[in-house]
């Protein structure tokens, strides 16, 4: 007979959020009376308290620290409402670069969904005011440097990813956890990649289990196929639209097209739009971190400054002022004749000006759309992967919009008027997520005896999950690998030597 577990001993881990899901992530870990939350995001498919994670299922107040891996809306943006509307009272943490950019984006998204259509519906779940007003609580860290707060250590590092963006290693009474937020391990052009912790024994794993056990084609050949999709429409008259998150893997797209066209005379003459209010305060916080980016971005910012000298303007320069990418701030701006490419957010063509473009350029064949993130389940985005007929017109004057089909009304709803779809639908995963083989690697490599799948929809963490079972045939010691669904509590127990 076994001896029943100390429940001091335990490790208790509970999703709130990104259980057997992509969006909403928030975790809680509770060891040895200690209490962290992990990250506090919203869900891109939902809306209002709907798009939240489980606040109700636990209480906020026994929070110790709070620490978010990067700015992403789906790590991020529910922190005004922790701060604000709850009774939790611990200390927030966040890199720098993480905390700068976050100020924008969350201000933004704030602004953005107050002008959305539907906002008389919505209930908003916190004010600019929140966030301006609670923003002063969080407190900014280093990379590579460990922090003491009521006996928790953490240390964050890089995760690749977006700027910024860190994975967290926590020391509560001698237990390791390391979670890796969203990470990355490929050759980027501005980022450093994620890194295996040095010389540290790991207990806990939390991994981000985004696309399972699927593979990405090389990097290489990624991006000649993404330049060939889209100089393919440009070539056939096309417009070019590409959703994207307002900051973040947008700037990794704009070093690859402005460098496409530098090298490409003949499409100098197409311009580039990047649309997004925060175009020139993200090109400021770009600058400013540079230092924080990997060598490829150190050695252009070099090279730019010198030209710009050169030149007598000092001013511009380093690689964040791009040469054959425009700033564009609204679509009253925008000159909509021939041929173009625009980076538009959001980037699941939810609503806001990627979703009237969309509206607009979806009837011509061609028109094309190219999606280079993550689609997470109910989305536009992940319906237009399907290549749909018709897609309803929610962003377009419902007057002026096109007569004809209609969507069938549920509920009593007014009918959604429907749009043709017939502009192509291309795929190229940029989104700077490891795929299938980069995580078991890193996950083979950290070694840890517990690893708990997070951030996945259901289909692919469980392929991941049995990939990673079928590794243990070999192993003396099998790891235990855990897939827990939302509100869901795990109990770990880890033996502690008691010798008294
Ligand atoms: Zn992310
Ligand atoms: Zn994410």
């Known amino acids: 007979i076994e001896e029943p577990i100390d429940p001091a001993d335990e490790l208790m881990f509970l999703c709130l959020g990104g259980g057997n899901e992509v969006g909403r992530s928030c975790h809680i870990i509770q060891y040895k009376g200690k209490t962290i939350m992990l990250d506090a995001g919203q869900h891109p498919a939902r809306e209002g308290l709907a798009a939240l994670p489980y606040f109700d299922e636990f209480d906020l107040s026994t929070i110790d620290i709070l620490l978010v891996s990067h700015f992403h809306l789906d790590h991020a943006s529910a922190l005004p409402y922790v701060l604000a509307k709850t009774n939790f009272r611990g200390r927030v943490f966040m890199t720098h670069p993480t905390k700068a950019i976050y100020k924008w984006l969350i201000q933004d ?135 994207v998150f307002a900051l973040g893997r947008a700037q990794e797209l704009l070093l690859i097209l402005d460098d496409y066209w530098s090298r490409h005379a003949e499409f100098q003459r197409i311009p580039i739009y990047y649309a997004s209010n925060l175009a020139r305060k993200c090109m400021v916080v770009y600058q400013t971190y540079v230092s924080a980016m ?142 299938g083989q980069e995580n078991q690697s890193f996950i083979e490599e950290v070694a840890a005896p517990v690893v708990i799948l997070v951030h996945g929809e259901k289909h692919n963490m469980m392929r991941l999950k049995s990939k990673l079972l079928s590794l243990n045939n070999d192993k003396a010691t099998k790891t235990k690998i855990f897939s827990p669904a939302n509100t869901e509590e795990l109990r770990i127990p880890f033996k502690v030597d008691k010798t008294a």
């Open 294 to 435: 990997n060598d490829n971005i150190k050695r252009l910012f070099r090279e730019r400054m010198a030209e710009a000298e050169q030149a007598g303007d000092t001013d511009r320069g380093g690689p964040w002022d791009f040469r054959f990418v425009r700033s564009l701030k609204n679509l009253e701006r925008f000159d909509d004749v021939g041929g173009c490419v625009v980076l538009a957010s959001p980037g699941m063509l939810q609503s806001g000006i990627s979703r009237e473009l969309l509206e607009r350029w979806a009837p011509s064949d061609r028109n094309g759309v190219v999606i280079t993130g993550y689609s997470v389940e109910g989305t536009m985005a992940k319906q237009m992967s399907h290549e749909p007929d018709s897609i309803p017109a929610i962003m377009t004057n419902r007057s002026a919009a096109p007569v004809g089909r209609r969507g069938p009304g549920a509920n009593g709803e007014a009918e959604k008027p429907m749009i043709p779809r017939r502009c192509s639908v291309q795929e190229f995963s940029f989104a700077a997520h490891v795929d």
């Open 109 to 243: 998204s704030v602004r953005v969904q107050s002008l959305s259509s539907s906002s008389e519906q919505r209930t908003a779940l916190y004010t600019e005011a929140d966030h301006l007003s609670t923003f002063s609580q969080i407190e900014a860290v280093d990379f590579n440097t460990t922090h003491t707060v009521s006996s928790i250590r953490f240390t964050p590092y890089p995760a690749g990813h977006v700027l910024g963006a860190a994975m967290f290693l926590i020391e509560i009474a001698g237990l390791k956890i390391l979670f890796t937020g969203d990470y990355s391990r490929e050759d980027d052009r501005h980022l450093v990649s994620a890194e295996v912790p040095r010389g540290i024994k790991i207990d806990v794993l939390i991994t981000e289990s985004t696309y399972g056990i699927a593979t990405h084609i090389p990097r290489a050949e990624r991006e000649t196929a993404l330049m060939k999709s889209v100089t393919g429409i440009l070539n056939r008259g096309g417009r070019v639209l590409m959703p």
